[in-house]
Structures are given as structure tokens and as C-alpha cells.
């Protein structure tokens, strides 16, 4: 399996805005996914940051000038983008968007958007008023119209003091912005609830009973589904992980909490898939007080929690139903097993030394077909390879 920017050719425009100096550590995500990058800056980008920066990230020759000696055919405006998979400006000034909107071609940057025969994607950054101003209104719907897409632009805290909409992205997400674009719509129109993380049950209010669980996988398969163009509800428990790009996040604690939010939300769901690492018990119960330590030992009595996959799987009309196991041993015999136990259409399995806490997992999926074992790689791109598998299983939509 590969990035899903290897072998990617991205022309990443730079024009003038305080933001540009992220825009150096967007290019360095870009190439270390493995993209070729070109940079092109206008003269207000230059202002800000310099051609070498960017030339010393991209490991390619930067261009600013229309009139540039360097491409033998004098072209750069054309050659640039030809062969490319994209074009992102980041970040995109209040003028170059008024620019592109009308067709203006008076710069090298410009005159290659008018010129490109690949997408444009743009990140906007500004000051919340230039943002909010009629005029730049105006070009936003201009530019979606023409089928140019706006990464952002975020609120908060922006380099002028003020506070409002208008600020760049954060290079993490203009790169995952620029990966979903690019990505294969797979579950296109497709809305999948999930659940990732441990659960926590509390015994008193500073004890309690946990799974081991980064979260890592399930936050990968979040991102994965968003990616492939779904809507992604994920229900997780504790975890120190950020919300991946374009997922939905509702944060729970214990395995009731979790179980009830599962209820709430799957009946608008056609697919369910469960990540967490639910604890299989909880204490009767919870003690208000700090429990003081008295005699030599003690017990907490404990109750089972609800499944809350086979519940979902159990329901009338449930949705598609994708289960893991995390298994030490037996993993074939156990994961085919819970597929048939809990009446899941498809199971994920790994044996636990593979994949908990780490980057990496190997996986084997467990299907009415059999089983089908994914190479060894990153959780992101197991994660791809499962919504593969899972895009293919699922029945065709019913024409609207
Ligand atoms: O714990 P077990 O190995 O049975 O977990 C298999 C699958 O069931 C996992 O996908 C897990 O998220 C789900 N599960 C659940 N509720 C539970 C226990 C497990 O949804 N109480």
C-alpha cells in the first residue's frame, strides 16, 4: 500500500498573507507524504516568505515571475500545471481570490489558475472584516460556482489582534483537506457511526476500570471514511487524540454512556462500526466518596455492560455491521467466531502484539467470503484498505 500522495504533483501557490509561514511546514507534510511540489509565489508571498525556503522543502525550483527565463519554452505558466493532480493556494489573500473569481491573469500565479487543466483548491486568509465584507462574499460564490474548492478558512485569533473568521487552516488540515479531495469517493453519501478508545468505569470519583486502547486504529478509520466521502459520526471514549478532518465527535466515559449515544444517533446510520475497546464490566456501584484504604484487601463487585455491537447488529433493520477483535492467540477461530456470534458482516481482527498502542497494525478481515489478511502498514493506510474491502461489500444505493 502507498501514501496517498505518492507520486502526487501538487503546485502550491503562496500569496501575501502573514499566513504564508505555515505554508512552509504544509509544503514539508506534502513531501514527506510523497508528493513533487512546486511553489509558485506571487510578489506580496515573496514579501513574506522567500523563494529558498520553499525551494529547500520542495527540493524543486520556485517561481514568482511570469516573465522567468528558466523554463526553456518561456511557459511556466502552462508547463507547470500540466501533469499536475492539483492546484492548492494556501494562503489564498482577499485579493487573489477577487483575482481568480474574475479571471484576472496579470501574474504568474494567477495566469496558471486561469491556464491549469487539474482542480483548484484554495485556502482564504484574511482579516475577519475583509473576510466578512460583501465584496469577498461575492468571489467565494463566484469561485464555488466555478467549481473551485475553499479549505476553511477557521475562526479564531488572528495576527491583527482582532478576533474572527478568516484565519488560515492549520497546514494539517489544508493536507488532509488536499488527501480527501484527492481521494477515491468510496462511501460517497454514505453515514457511518462509530465507536473508538477505551470506556472508563468509574469505582469512586478518582478510580476506575479501563481498557488499554490508544484510540490510534479507530481515529485512523474515522479519518479513512472521511476521506472516502462519508459522513463520520465517531462516539469516543478518553483518548489524546485530535479529531481527524471532517469527523463529527461526541466524547463519552463509561460503556452506558457510550451505549446510549450509539442508540440515539444509529437509527440515521447505514453503517456501524465498533473500534472501542468497551470494558465488559462495571461496578454495581460508585462510590460518591473517595474509597479509604482499610483492611489487608478489598472487592468491587461488578455487573456486565451492555454489547453494544450486537445490540446495534440485533436491532430490526440494523445497519452495515463491522466489528473488531483484538485477540492473543487464536485470532482466525475467535474473530470468525464473534462475526457469527454478533451477526456482523464483517470483523476486523489483529492479534494485539501487532497493533495496540503503535503506528503500525497487520490485520486479517473476516467475511461470509472467508478471510482476507491486509499487508503489514500505518493504521492510516490499514484503515484504507479496510473501507476498500468494506466499500465493496456494501449493497448498491438505491438510485434517488
Ligand atoms: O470485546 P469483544 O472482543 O467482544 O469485542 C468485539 C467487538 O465488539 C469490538 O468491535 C467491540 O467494539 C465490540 N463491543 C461492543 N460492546 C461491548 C464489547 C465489545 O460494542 N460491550
Not at 502573514?18 to 509544503?27: G, S
Not at 511570469?66 to 511557459?75: E, I, S, T, V
Not at 477577487?98 to 484554495?122: E, F
Not at 478471510?371 to 438505491?398: C, N
Request: charged letters at 20%; hydrophobic letters at 45%; aromatic letters at 4%.
Amino acid at each position: 500500500m502507498t501514501s496517498s500522495l505518492s507520486n502526487r504533483k501538487i503546485v502550491v501557490g503562496v500569496t501575501g498573507g502573514i499566513a504564508a509561514y505555515k505554508t512552509a511546514e504544509l509544503v514539508r507534510l506534502l513531501v514527506k507524504a510523497g508528493a513533487e511540489v512546486h511553489v509558485v509565489l506571487t510578489e506580496g508571498g515573496a514579501h513574506f516568505v522567500t523563494a529558498v525556503t520553499f525551494q529547500a522543502l520542495s527540493g524543486n525550483p520556485v517561481w514568482t515571475d511570469a516573465w522567468d527565463a528558466r523554463m526553456d519554452n518561456n511557459m511556466a505558466h502552462i508547463d507547470l500545471t500540466r501533469g499536475a493532480d492539483a492546484v492548492l493556494v494556501a494562503p489564498a489573500s482577499a485579493d487573489f481570490m477577487s483575482k481568480l473569481a474574475h479571471g484576472m491573469a496579470n501574474d504568474l500565479l494567477s495566469t496558471l489558475c486561469l491556464a491549469r487543466d487539474c482542480p483548484l483548491l484554495i485556502a482564504p486568509a484574511m482579516n475577519r472584516q475583509m473576510w466578512e465584507n460583501p465584496a469577498t462574499q461575492r468571489n467565494v460564490r463566484l469561485l464555488r460556482d466555478d467549481g473551485i474548492a475553499l479549505l476553511g478558512p477557521d475562526a479564531g485569533d488572528q495576527a491583527c489582534g482582532e478576533v474572527g473568521n478568516g484565519r488560515m487552516l492549520e497546514p494539517e488540515d489544508i493536507f488532509e483537506g488536499l488527501v480527501a479531495f484527492l481521494s477515491p469517493k468510496l462511501l460517497a453519501g454514505r453515514r457511518v457511526l462509530m465507536t473508538a478508545g477505551p470506556t472508563f468505569e468509574a469505582i469512586d470519583p478518582v478510580r476506575g476500570i479501563t481498557n488499554i486502547s490508544s484510540g490510534k486504529m479507530g481515529y485512523a478509520l474515522a479519518q479513512a471514511c472521511a476521506r472516502a466521502g462519508a459522513e463520520v459520526l465517531l462516539v469516543s471514549g478518553p483518548v489524546a487524540l485530535d479529531t481527524p478532518y471532517g469527523v463529527s465527535r461526541i466524547d463519552v466515559h463509561s460503556a452506558s454512556q457510550m451505549h446510549q449515544a450509539v442508540m440515539h444517533h444509529v437509527a440515521a446510520h447505514d453503517i456501524f462500526i465498533g473500534v472501542a475497546a468497551v470494558a465488559d464490566y462495571r461496578p454495581v456501584e460508585v462510590a460518591t466518596d473517595k474509597i479509604k484504604k482499610t483492611g489487608a484487601e478489598m472487592s468491587v463487585a461488578l455487573t456486565r455492560n451492555p454489547d453494544i455491537l450486537a445490540g446495534v447488529a440485533a436491532l430490526p433493520s440494523p445497519p452495515f455491521c463491522v466489528g473488531f477483535a483484538a485477540e492473543s492467540r487464536a485470532l482466525d477461530e475467535y474473530a470468525e467466531g464473534k462475526r457469527v456470534a454478533k451477526k456482523l458482516q464483517l470483523v476486523v481482527g489483529n492479534l494485539v502484539q501487532d497493533g495496540m498502542g503503535g503506528d503500525d497494525n497487520r490485520v486479517t478481515l473476516y467475511d461470509a467470503a472467508g478471510r482476507h489478511p491486509l499487508p503489514a502498514a500505518s493504521k492510516i493506510e490499514v484503515a484504507q484498505g479496510i473501507v476498500e474491502h468494506l466499500a465493496r461489500m456494501l449493497p448498491a444505493r438505491a438510485p434517488h
